[in-house]
């Protein structure tokens, strides 16, 4: 019972072990197994890389829990994985179980490194263990409307209003919030915010034709797979006259099996969200090699896995050591480039946040989610308006 | 003999509780079969143990010259042998004409036949053949319950205390049709609180006590045994 | 004529005894068991700790709901209302006003009470009952967690952290990750609500509740009072459940609406009851023993899984599947739990001797 | 005073219910009306409300029988719904027919299937109490979706229709697959009514319902009907999966989020009554359309909640329940 | 005088009248039989009386006291307890705590109410099933066990509902005979409903006859037998009586 768990079997040889929380059970195991994997390939080439150098070439060793996608399911997960021994920990996907986690590793005094979980929160009160990969929900919402008062105005058709569909939980609202306050800046008028229930809603249909009774020219959604698929069902069977359909973290509208789901009427979707750097060659590399290992495309999520255990890696390398703290203060130091868009290299700031962490802007082109802006990153042009179904 | 009921030696009791202890009876084809006994002899627990609602612990019982014990309750009724239960075991929110035409489930044709039978036997059930049967009085509900009995043309039909809670009026008329049903050539054993009545219009008669068969034989000769008289006529 | 025995009226036999156990005997088993398991810090590995906090939430959840749905014959599918509105009384407390998590337990366990006997006395004001008072209560458990989702002043769906302190504090319940104390505090709720259980069920009260689960009219009809005897049992099997909330909240630091006022709160609340045994003082704890490790025991089989199982290593759902089978056989194999059953069976053969 | 208390006696037996239920709907549409200002979006909320009501009955229907008869509270009705959801994927995916041509096979699957998990393990605690059938049952539920999830992975999945399109019903729109569904929960409903009104298999149904006992005591094969009567409920799971993988997201959970919708609307609806339970999943499907355009911001499953507490209240046996 | 005065007592199900202007009164000390053909509404005048139902019309009055529409424990708690024609036993305890709950509703300790309730068992002639689980036992223990119950409440008017049914004719007599003590002895006012034409002409001071939720004839026992409307409706032209 005292803290500093992991400094017990670490330092004396043998491997390092990386304990992962990723729900692999439940409504959420797709993307679970998907970061599980991401979080396996890069244990496997840091060591058929020669493992830690800076630590005798010591080697990593997965140490796996199921979060079943239950908070507090993580968190015993979590406690045994600390009490196994890991260094450090990856994870978890639902920010309900990563804010579950962060007390603990931050008591436990264990770095923890957060693949995906987007709720501000999490990070918000002073935890010196947690550090997270990707940007989180204001970055979103704020970039969200950046980006499509930029695109809008350069197609020379500037909106001057736009209706929100969200998810009601926090990570809807939260993005919808940060998206409204810069929108409103850029004078775009956000109304109506439309809310629905994410784990309830089977159609969407009535919510698609308040936006249309509304007279929005952009309709932006945020929410999970399933409700975005019905958005954008809904969207093709109501016809609105827009200009747009733009996602923000959507978890729908980036996804390479979207197009597939939604049929033709996907064409031309827009996605605000973190997503591969399909520029660079590490990024092609780590893409196929997945591909090759498991039989599918990589999502993004496995990469933002991958490359936390990167980021402990790298920060093993120079801490020399697998005491938490001085491995936190390594990671804390980190300078690495992710595979993820990016505005440089992965940079921590005082709470842990990814400062550089990019998010890109995908659209729907020839049934495939493709970067197209900032421009920087596109492997495709814009198209606006897009209209849905055109 | 082999083409009524017998039972052998059967023992049989609940969760790990033994209430009968190796009794043997038989009722043949045609005959009116009564057993008497005090409250919690096991008279029930008897005939519950012959429709297969409860298994024997030990012991036969057969039927038509075939073991029945072990068998599940339609399977028996399948064979003929049909119970009245105390409990009556009406389907209660259903109609009295639909009570009736479960009754004949295992007879496929001439229900309607049969049907026209019951409610000449039971004319208060013609009077109410669309109310469901949980809003009749006690004496209409036990009408019910014996008409559905045979409406399964049974061959041996087990009656557990029909008369109880009937009026003195109903009581003698479901005695009365007891012994008409009988009189058409149903065998029937017959567990009836008013034991003079009941050996009255009896055959022959078992008197059961503590689970155990004490004494047999004619029910007339039963009705004038001097102990049979002090223990349950309370005469 | 042939007479085999001689009537001989009057002899009773075979009946159905009950024997009556006196709390002493219970209170000596009670204490034996606390010992030992107050050990348990000790004697666990380290990592299998929070899976024994977890059998201590699932035994203060299943005494609860075995309480008011087992003795009182109220059967409860919304304890999760219970168990949220203490975590949040806790949390809201503590966190908002700097309140000791232990008042804010008190607060809760009144709060519950309250909403147990608001609640309750509608539904048998208007004759709810069974399958339909089983599911209004859930309706009343999912109609507190979106109302606590869309209320901004409970955090709506952020919910709440409970801040980490700089040094342990028994006086706002907070010691190191993983230290013992957490264990003992569980236990010591455990055998408080145990011990309440067990002196209700011996009052009066306690009596009436379950004559009133018997036969509701009979019991009224010998004039007791079947609508506050009811809701006595609620108030005092939702107050168990809140405390089990508030002590959760103050172990895993964390609680949203989902969390705490979810269905799975209402889920493991019966679960360890059902396997241990319904109506019975042992059973929910028993339970609690058994299903409080299943999934973590089913998980760590297949992590590591013995050679002749090794094809299915690193298959996930494979354990969930390997905890469903075991949860059926046990209720195939165990129709009145485990307690029930091995206590039937005893006296099965006790009385056939 | 005795007069009044006569009087609302009266009023409380005839099926007056029904009646208020009905006036509570149009009350919600009016106020609909009022806040939207809009009766296109007042006029698309009716029926989605209709149509997804619709889905609902189509999953209640099953369970009605197997809760409303049977006296089982099955968890995992919705798990068996999903396993309808993958058989039409897998058949779609293999033969690449219209999803359509996979119904009688849907059906015939998930008969099979609930017949076998009676047969096989809930006849085994036959007269139990209820909670152990719901433990049994949510075990069940666990081991399904996780064996679909073994088998299929956790990734979604899609059925599509080629040509699905909107149509055009007074000015609100709704897919051709979602009312086709709606016609299969009339149908199913006709169906199961007659089923339980007309025949002899429906007649022993029911007496196995009103006395298990007496039933057995008549020669019915309590077990064997059990066992029909199971299939018959997961059948309908079947069919429901079936009708709803057009424009469902398949994964091995996808049942679950109905599974709860489809118990309040069976208890709403009163235990085994078929009629209820179309008449109340539709109610549910318009209180939840209308609850979210009226209450922004409000999860329009408040309103459902709030709606089934209450109908409980004004009637404990549910709507048309007509169980004392 | 009356202790319970039951006046246009009415009660329909459904708009079907079970009980139609019902007025019965009954002295202190004595004995009120009720018979009647089976659905005449004996028992439903009992739920009424004794709370379970609220009439429709009409009063009941105990011991000068309008109880009229009181719910079923306060009734009790008056001073009128009521058995049930179907046996409803508190099936899960054992005799001995079934009438010790019976016992310690009126107030005082548990130990005092087990202590009653063991009198009160050993008077109804039941010491030998007294920790026998009550869901087990026979009808005429259980018989007993609803008699022993209601009168653990210390009742001054108690309601019994066929408590001979389904006994054999020796178990008859003693329940008979407990029931004259306690009239004879304890001066409690019974109001019984009995088909055993036997019972109601040997404990009845005065019979009330039912017929379709009317009253159609009351008086002496002797009287009441030789009514035509009774015999007609009733008794029937047969063997009649139980026994
Ligand atoms: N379900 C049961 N569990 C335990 N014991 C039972 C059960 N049912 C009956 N008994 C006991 O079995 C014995 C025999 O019961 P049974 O019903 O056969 O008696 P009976 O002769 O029909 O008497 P009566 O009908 O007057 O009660 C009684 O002592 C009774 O208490
Ligand atoms: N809850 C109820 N709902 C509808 N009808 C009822 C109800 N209770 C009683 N009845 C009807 O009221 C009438 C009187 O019934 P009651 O039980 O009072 O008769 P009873 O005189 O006690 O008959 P028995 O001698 O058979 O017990 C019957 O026709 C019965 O069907
Ligand atoms: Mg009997
Ligand atoms: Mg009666």
Redesign the pocket.
């Known amino acids: 019972g005292c803290g500093g768990g992991s400094t017990g079997s670490g330092n004396s040889g043998g491997t390092i072990k990386i304990g992962t929380l990723h729900p692999l059970t439940g409504p959420y195991a797709g993307d679970g197994q998907q970061m599980e994997n991401g979080v396996k390939l890069a244990i496997d080439d840091i060591n058929a890389a020669g493992g830690i150098k800076a630590l005798d070439g010591r080697k990593l060793e997965l140490a796996g829990g199921d979060t079943q996608g239950k908070p507090d399911v993580g968190q015993s997960e979590a406690q045994r994985l600390v009490t196994e021994g890991v260094t450090a920990l990856v994870g978890t996907y639902q920010s309900a179980v990563s804010a579950n986690v962060a007390p603990l590793a931050e008591r436990n005094k264990v770095p923890f490194v957060i693949d995906i979980s987007g709720d501000d929160g999490i990070l918000s009160h002073g935890y010196k263990y947690a550090f997270r990969m990707q940007p989180r929900n204001t970055v979103f919402g704020t970039a969200g409307a950046k980006y499509l008062q930029e695109i809008s105005k350069a197609a020379g058709k500037p909106l001057p209003k736009v209706a929100y569909l969200h998810e009601s939980t926090a990570f809807g609202t939260g993005v919808f919030k940060a998206f409204k306050a810069e929108a409103e800046k850029a004078g775009i008028t956000v109304d109506p915010e439309i809310t629905y229930d994410a784990a309830s809603v089977s159609d969407l249909t009535t919510q698609i034709t308040q936006v249309k009774a509304s007279g929005a020219q952009a309709l932006v959604v945020t929410g999970y797979y399933k409700d975005g698929v019905l958005a954008a069902k809904a969207v093709s069977t109501v016809k609105p006259p827009l200009d747009a359909v733009y996602g923000i973290a959507n978890g729908a509208f980036d996804q390479p099996q979207f197009p597939t789901d939604a049929g033709p009427a996907s064409a031309g979707y827009f996605d605000v969200n973190y997503h591969l750097n399909d520029k660079s060659p590490e990024a092609t590399k780590f893409a196929q090699a997945y591909q090759a290992k498991y039989g599918q495309p990589p999502r993004t999520g496995a990469a933002l896995a991958y490359d936390s255990v990167r980021v402990i890696a790298a920060a093993l390398e120079r801490s020399k050591s697998v005491d938490g703290s001085k491995l936190r203060d390594a990671i804390a130091d980190t300078d690495l480039t992710p595979l993820t868009l990016n505005d440089g290299p992965i940079t921590f700031d005082d709470k842990g946040e990814n400062s550089t962490a990019l998010p890109a802007l995908t659209q729907v082109v020839n049934a495939k989610p493709t970067v197209v802006y900032p421009a920087e990153f596109a492997t495709a042009k814009v198209t606006y308006p897009a209209a849905p179904g055109a | 003999m082999t083409d009524g009921l017998r039972i052998d030696e059967a023992s049989a009791g609940y969760s790990g509780l033994q209430i009968l202890h190796g009794i043997s009876l038989h009722v043949d084809a045609g005959e009116l079969v009564s057993i008497v006994g005090a409250n919690g002899a096991g008279k029930s627990t008897t005939l519950r143990l012959i429709s297969g609602l409860l298994r024997a612990t030990a012991g036969t019982v057969t039927y038509a010259g075939e073991r029945i014990d072990g068998r599940r309750p339609h399977e028996i009724v399948r064979r003929g042998v049909v119970q009245v239960s105390e409990g009556r075991d009406l389907f209660g929110p259903m109609s009295v004409d639909e009570n009736l035409r479960l009754g004949a489930w295992t007879v496929r044709s001439g229900v309607d036949a049969l049907l026209d039978e019951v409610y000449a036997l039971f004319p208060a059930l013609a009077e109410r053949r669309r109310q469901a049967a949980q ?5 209409q509900q036990q009408m019910l319950a014996i008409g559905r009995a045979l409406m399964s043309r049974p061959k041996l039909l087990m009656l557990d205390e029909p008369s109880t ?3 003195p009026k109903l009581t003698w008329e479901v005695l009365e049709a007891v012994r008409s049903i009988r009189d058409r050539g149903v065998a029937v054993l017959l567990v009836e609180q008013n034991a003079a009545q009941a050996l009255g219009i009896s055959d022959r008669a078992y008197v059961l006590e503590s689970g155990t068969i004490v004494l047999d034989g004619p029910g007339s000769e039963l009705a004038e045994d001097a102990r049979v008289r002090k223990a349950y006529l309370g005469l | 004529m042939t007479a085999v025995v001689a009537p001989d009226a009057g002899a009773h036999e075979g009946t159905v005894t009950r024997r009556h156990r006196s709390a002493r005997g219970t209170l000596g088993v009670l204490a034996a068991v606390t010992a030992v398991a107050a050990t348990m810090p000790f004697v666990l590995p380290e990592s299998q700790q929070a899976v024994a906090i977890r059998v201590l939430i699932f035994a203060l959840l299943a005494t609860g709901w075995n309480l008011m749905s087992g003795y009182g014959g109220m059967f409860s599918f919304g304890n999760a209302a219970y168990f949220g509105v203490g975590a949040y009384a806790d949390v809201v407390l503590l966190v908002g006003h700097g309140v000791s998590p232990w008042i804010g337990m008190v607060v809760g366990a009144a709060l519950a009470a309250l909403l147990a006997v608001g609640t309750g006395y509608v539904a048998f004001r208007y004759k709810v009952k069974g399958a339909y008072f089983a599911l209004a209560t859930f309706a009343i458990a999912e109609m507190l967690r979106l109302l606590a989702t869309d209320t901004t002043w409970v955090n709506g769906t952020i919910g709440y952290h409970v801040p980490l302190l700089a040094e342990e504090s028994w006086w706002m319940f907070q010691f190191e990750a993983n230290a013992p104390e957490y264990f003992w505090i569980g236990l010591a709720l455990v055998v408080v609500a145990f011990l309440a259980v067990l002196f209700y069920l011996r009052s009066k009260a306690g009596r009436y509740t379950v004559a009133i689960r018997d036969d509701e009219d009979a019991a009224a009809a010998l004039g007791i009072a079947v609508m506050r005897y009811k809701l006595t049992t609620m108030a005092l099997a939702a107050a168990i459940t809140s405390v089990a909330g508030a002590f959760y909240a103050q172990y895993y630091l964390f609680v949203d609406p989902d969390i705490v006022l979810g269905q799975t709160q209402s889920i493991q609340a019966i679960v360890p009851a059902v396997v241990g045994g319904v109506g019975t003082l042992w059973g929910p704890v028993i339970g609690a023993v058994i299903v409080g490790p299943l999934s973590t025991v089913t998980a760590s089989l297949l992590r590591t899984p013995p050679d002749a199982l090794s094809f299915l290593a690193g298959r996930s759902g494979l354990d969930v599947v390997l905890y469903a089978v075991l949860v059926i056989v046990i209720v195939l194999v165990l129709p009145k739990g485990l307690y029930g059953t091995i206590r039937q069976f005893v006296l099965d053969r006790w009385r056939s001797r | 005073m005795s007069t009044a208390e006569a009087l609302t006696t009266r009023w409380r037996s005839v099926p007056a219910a029904p009646v208020v239920a009905i006036g509570l709907v149009f009350v919600l549409i009016a106020a609909a009306l009022l806040k939207s200002g809009s009766g296109t979006i007042t006029g698309q909320a009716v029926l989605t409300g209709l149509v997804n009501g619709g889905v609902y009955s189509l999953l209640a229907m099953g369970l009605t029988l197997i809760f409303g008869v049977l006296d089982i509270v099955n968890f995992a009705h919705g798990a068996f719904l999903a396993v309808a959801l993958f058989v039409t994927y897998q058949f779609v995916s293999t033969t690449g027919a219209n999803p359509y041509v996979a119904l009688p096979i849907a059906i015939a699957a998930l008969f099979a299937l609930g017949a076998l998990a009676q047969w096989a393990l809930l006849n085994h605690t036959m007269g139990r109490p209820l909670e152990s059938q719901l433990l049994l049952t949510l075990g069940l539920s666990l081991l399904v979706s996780n064996l679909l999830l073994l088998a299929f992975g956790g990734d979604p999945l899609s059925v599509a229709v080629a040509g699905d399109h909107g149509v055009n019903v007074l000015g609100a729109v709704a897919n051709q697959t979602r009312l086709v569904a709606f016609g299969g929960a009339l149908v199913l409903a006709a169906g199961l009514y007659l089923l339980l009104g007309r025949t002899r298999l429906g007649r022993a149904i029911r007496a196995v319902a009103a006395s298990r006992q007496g039933a057995g005591l008549v020669g019915i094969d309590v077990r064997k009907i059990y066992v029909l009567t199971f299939g018959l409920g997961t059948a309908c799971a079947g069919a429901a999966g079936m009708l709803i993988a057009p424009f469902t997201t398949i994964t091995p959970t996808a049942g679950d989020q109905f599974n709860i919708l489809a118990f309040v609307v069976v208890v709403m609806g009163g235990l085994g009554n078929v009629a209820g339970a179309l008449i109340s999943g539709i109610i549910v499907g318009l209180v939840e359309q209308l609850g979210g355009v009226l209450l922004t911001g409000q999860s329009p499953l408040f309103g459902v909640f709030l709606v089934f507490i209450l109908i409980l209240v004004a009637r404990p046996q549910g709507l048309f329940g007509a169980r ?1 | 005088m009356s202790v319970l005065r039951v006046e246009g007592l009415s009660k329909s ?2 708009g ?1 009248a ?2 139609s202007d019902v007025d019965v009164e009954v002295a202190e000390g004595t004995v009120l039989g009720i018979i ?12 009424v009386v004794a709370g379970a ?1 609220k009439p429709d019309a009409g009063t009941v009055t105990l011991d000068g006291t309008d109880i009229t529409g009181l719910p079923a424990h306060k009734v009790a708690r008056a001073g009128m307890t009521r058995t049930f ?1 179907l046996m409803r036993p508190f099936a899960t305890l054992s005799v001995l705590e079934n009438v010790a709950i019976a016992a310690s509703v009126g107030g005082g300790s548990q130990r005092a109410a087990r202590r009653r309730a063991e009198e009160v068992v050993a008077s109804v002639g039941m010491d030998e099933w007294a920790d026998t689980v009550a869901g087990t036992l026979h009808t005429a223990a259980l018989k007993r066990l609803e008699l022993a119950r209601a009168l653990a409440t210390r009742p001054r008017v108690l309601l019994l ?2 408590v001979l049914a389904g006994l054999v004719p020796t178990e008859r007599q003693p329940v008979l005979d407990l029931l004259a003590g306690l009239r004879d002895e304890q001066g409690l006012t019974l109001v019984f ?1 009995e ?1 055993i034409m036997a019972a109601v002409m040997r404990l009845s001071d005065s019979v009330v006859v ?1 017929d379709r ?1 009317r009253v159609i004839a009351r008086g002496a026992p002797a009287d009441v037998v030789e009514d035509p409307a009774v015999v007609e409706a009733y008794l029937g032209t047969g063997v009649g009586s139980g026994d």
């Open positions: 809003t009749m009085s006690g004496g809670g009937l009026s | 004392s | 199900f459904r079907i079970a009980l009647g053909p089976n659905g005449a509404g004996k028992t439903t005048f009992f739920n139902f024609q509902d066929e409903v088909h039912f939720g």
